[in-house]
């Protein structure tokens, strides 16, 4: 199995611009997570989807910040417009949380290092 | 809300002696507990989780944690550590049946030669 893939792996980008990142989750797996990772803040959990319905939101941190999955292989994080302080890695994991309990193992992509100049 | 702590930013140990990072945690209810590696420029690799059963748990690369209910922590343990297990280590918790995994903020161990 491929794993988790994520494009691009790494992203410049002036401030103003849109930024699209691109998530494709281990096949089979119906749970996907946007994490953020930043110096300052760690982890932070953006959105999860379960079987492709956005389950909780409460992560993105302003409505600059939009998520889709439009199926079950696919999902985006889109950025409009960015800011500096948007710059982190942000990584794509999925699990496959069949039951809703959540105790599956969530594997990570290898993140997208975003740098919004 | 629940939280994860991870007291130590950096954790020096010499090669072939044993590792230990620490973790406490705060969830109510059962909590289903997680470690999990990353390695400059890549991604989280799962290491291995409690969910329920025997409070120590065995992982990949020949980490374990134990459970402690009572001190609420689940400490990662490595007998004999290698330079190549030098890396940033997260523990993360997650309420039983909730879906929202919650990281410590990471410790980085360094292990020298």
């Known amino acids: 199995d491929a794993g988790v893939i994520q494009s691009p792996r790494h992203e410049v980008t002036e401030m103003g611009q849109e930024v699209t990142l691109r998530c494709k989750p281990i096949s089979g797996h119906n749970s996907l997570f946007w994490y953020r990772q930043t110096m300052m803040r760690g982890l932070e959990l953006l959105i999860y989807?379960?079987?492709?319905?956005?389950?909780?939101d409460s992560g993105m941190p302003e409505d600059r910040f939009s998520a889709k999955m439009p199926n079950a292989s696919f999902s985006t994080l889109k950025i409009q417009p960015s800011e500096p302080r948007d710059s982190a890695v942000y990584f794509c994991?999925?699990?496959?949380?069949?039951?809703?309990?959540?105790?599956?193992?969530?594997?990570f992509g290898p993140g997208t290092r975003l740098l919004v100049l | 809300a629940q939280s994860v702590a991870q007291p130590e930013d950096q954790v020096n140990v010499a090669e072939g002696n044993p590792l230990t990072v620490k973790c406490t945690y705060s969830v109510s209810g059962n909590p289903y507990l997680f470690w999990y590696v990353q390695y400059p420029n890549r991604g989280l690799q799962f290491l291995l989780k409690?969910?329920?059963?025997?409070?120590l748990v065995k992982g990949s690369y020949g980490f374990e944690a134990e459970f402690n209910k009572s001190q609420t922590s689940f400490h990662l343990k490595k007998p004999s550590a290698l330079v190549s297990d030098s890396a940033l280590y997260f523990c993360?918790?997650?309420?039983?049946?909730?879906?929202?995994?919650?990281f410590g903020g990471g410790t980085r161990v360094l292990v020298k030669p």
């Open positions: 409690y969910i329920t059963g025997d409070n």
């Open positions: 994991a999925s699990s496959a949380d069949f039951s809703g309990q959540g105790a599956e193992t969530q594997y």
């Open positions: 989807f379960n079987n492709n319905v956005p389950i909780d």
């Open positions: 993360a918790a997650l309420k039983a049946a909730g879906n929202k995994l919650t």
